[in-house]
């Protein structure tokens, strides 16, 4: 079984349910846009199998392989089907395995392009919105996970919005969401969300901005040269208060795509500060893609 993805690949983890089916049809349009391969992939296996074992269920490795096996490769032609339907000129190509999927996924996403999934699985422990397995592979990944929520026929969309405050970390996040915008012919809203008075290093405390100032000196940073990069993108400008998720997640109509930063491995602690990405995962009702930040003080 040839197990090989083409680097810099678009990976989607694919379990048979309707948001996955949703999750098909967006990445093989965003494979389509990019110019880029689509590798779908259905992973959990071995766990399946511990829970047959844990359950007492009799019955050797060497019987239950073969048919979680099939039952993957199963799922993952239904999904290469569907793909090939929705974009025909995309390289579409199926990968079943064996394995863990929160593991799978996140060994798959030190060389993919990005990863995509469903916002629920159908695995018995899952948060209320988020899958567990989403919510596992958001928090660890090494590339870009787009989780997606199912559209609502005749629904309006109120484009993309990224949050973004100002630092060079940030940037890689900003830049996404132009480029999605700007692939997808979408407007792009940045709002910098904030929880007290708004400062900027470099204005005096003495002095007293209104709200159109501390708008102008917060985001001219997080979207400069952005605009030029990518004149096709019109752009709004955005001042919000209150937490990150209520900001990004309060809208009355969903957005075609939110975009949220996530912090990298903390090389002290050994882990992935992805609290706020969760939470905005657990808010909306749109479609979120989660961008790893640039390293502090990294070359942009």
């Not at 060497?62 to 995309?90: F, H, I, N």
């Not at 988020?130 to 609502?152: D, E, I, K, Q």
């Not at 949220?260 to 905005?280: E, F, K, N």
Request: glycine share 10%; with cysteine; aromatic share 2%.
């Amino acid at each position: 079984m040839d197990t090989h993805i083409t680097p810099d690949s678009i990976v989607l983890g694919y379990d048979g349910s309707e948001p996955a089916r949703h999750a098909v049809t967006w990445a093989a349009d965003q494979a389509a846009l990019e110019g880029r391969p689509l590798a779908i992939v259905n992973a959990g296996g071995e766990g399946e199998l511990r829970t047959i074992g844990w359950a007492g269920v009799d019955g050797g490795c060497s019987q239950q392989l073969p048919d979680l096996l099939a039952t993957s490769r199963a799922l993952v032609q239904e999904a290469v089907t569907l793909a090939s339907s929705t974009q025909t000129g995309v390289q579409v190509q199926g990968v079943p395995l064996l394995g863990g999927a929160r593991q799978r996924l996140v060994e798959l996403s030190a060389s993919a392009h990005m990863i995509v999934l469903g916002s629920r699985g159908r695995g018995p422990f899952r948060s209320t919105v988020l899958g567990s397995v989403s919510a596992a592979v958001v928090r660890s990944a090494h590339c870009t996970v787009v989780v997606c929520r199912p559209g609502h026929a005749g629904a309006l969309k109120d484009g993309v919005l990224v949050g973004a405050d100002g630092s060079a970390e940030s940037l890689p996040v900003v830049e996404y969401a132009f480029r999605h915008a700007s692939l997808r012919g979408l407007p792009l809203t940045v709002v910098h969300c904030v929880t007290g008075s708004v400062t900027h290093p470099s204005v005096p405390e003495s002095v007293v901005l209104s709200d159109d100032q501390e708008l102008h000196l917060i985001l001219s940073e997080s979207v400069a040269g952005l605009a030029e990069k990518f004149p096709d993108v019109h752009v709004t400008l955005q001042l919000a208060r209150g937490p990150v998720e209520q900001c990004l997640t309060s809208g009355s109509r969903p957005r075609d795509l939110i975009v949220v930063g996530r912090h990298r491995v903390s090389p002290l602690l050994g882990l992935v500060t992805g609290a706020t990405a969760t939470a905005v995962l657990e808010r909306s009702g749109s479609t979120v893609a989660v961008v790893p930040e640039a390293a502090p003080d990294s070359e942009i």
